[in-house]
């Protein structure tokens, strides 16, 4: 005698979820028989809803993971900048005083002050080049989950009905 079982493996790190049903029942006779059509479309309804919730729920979470880094990241790098900005604005007082020992004063600061915008274009273009590099923040373990699923779905059409 087989019994209706459903269960259900909670995700892990992969974020993956595993439904076994069997499609076997005892009948209220005592008798085992199949479960009719409209409930095995009740119950593919209901398991691929529940699919799609968790798949959801996944691509949530991993969102909200990315973003938490990032925004440490970033509060991270902005007091660092700022702290690191009061230090070389104690270095360039520093360079300016000393090419003023060859130069006067205003050519002094107008020599040191044309060579940081160049060193500051550089880092411009460099940093340009980085984010344009930076990979789209798309929640690639849902979207890998979700393609499995659909062709695990596809795959089981073909063996039982035939369906392409």
């Not at 273009?125 to 695990?152: F, N, T, W």
Request: glycine share 12%.
């Amino acid at each position: 005698m087989s019994t209706v079982s459903d269960a259900q493996q909670p995700a892990g790190e992969g974020g993956r979820i595993e439904v076994v049903t069997t499609t076997e029942r005892q009948a209220p006779d005592g008798v085992a028989g199949s479960l009719s059509t409209a409930e095995l479309i009740k119950r593919a309804s209901d398991q691929l809803s529940t699919l799609v919730r968790d798949e959801l729920a996944l691509a949530r979470a991993e969102m909200s993971a990315k973003a938490k880094r990032a925004g440490v990241g970033a509060g991270l790098l902005g007091t660092a900048g700022v702290i690191s900005l009061y230090g070389v604005f104690g270095v360039l007082a520093g360079v300016v005083l000393l090419v003023a020992r060859v130069l006067p004063d205003w050519a002094a600061a107008l020599v040191v002050g044309a060579g940081l915008l160049v060193v500051a274009g550089l880092f411009g273009l460099v940093g340009i080049r980085q984010v344009k590099r930076m990979s789209p923040p798309v929640p690639e373990g849902a979207v890998a989950s979700i393609r499995e699923d659909v062709s695990a779905l596809k795959a089981a059409a073909r063996r039982k009905g035939g369906h392409r």
